[in-house]
């Protein structure tokens, strides 16, 4: 069974930046792909950015490209998302994931979610 688990999330002020870590247990993760999405109040779950396996494919949403960045460290088992130039439309709960393939967008293709963890920019 995959275990995800989120941590540094916390509140910045705009334009600051933070720094999402990822922590994966459970069976090997080869050929697994991880990704980020975000969920603010009275929203649906977005799609923010996601890795391939070996770290050198990325996709991000336009929303947050240029600003943010996703990797991966296979030998730690976790992946990191910096998030940099913050704006308070970012504000969300953040929710790593993982599926067992190729990166997609769409939230219904993820087999495993972290318990999130809360990120709020004020102005």
């Known amino acids: 069974q995959v275990q995800l688990v989120e941590s540094g999330g916390g509140l910045v002020q705009a334009g600051g930046s933070l720094r999402l870590s990822c922590a994966a247990s459970?069976?090997?993760?080869?050929?697994?792909?991880m990704g980020w999405f975000r969920q603010a109040p009275g929203k649906e779950r977005e799609f923010v950015a996601a890795v391939n396996w070996s770290g050198g494919f990325t996709v991000y949403s336009d929303s947050v490209k240029g600003r943010f960045t996703i990797s991966r460290d296979n030998a730690k088992n976790t992946r990191y998302l910096q998030m940099n130039s913050l704006k308070p439309e970012d504000t969300a709960v953040y929710y790593c994931t993982a599926r067992n393939g190729p990166i997609v967008t769409t939230a219904g293709g993820y087999d495993y979610w972290g318990q999130g963890t809360q990120v709020t920019v004020s102005s």
């Open positions: 459970g069976p090997t993760f080869s050929n697994y792909a």
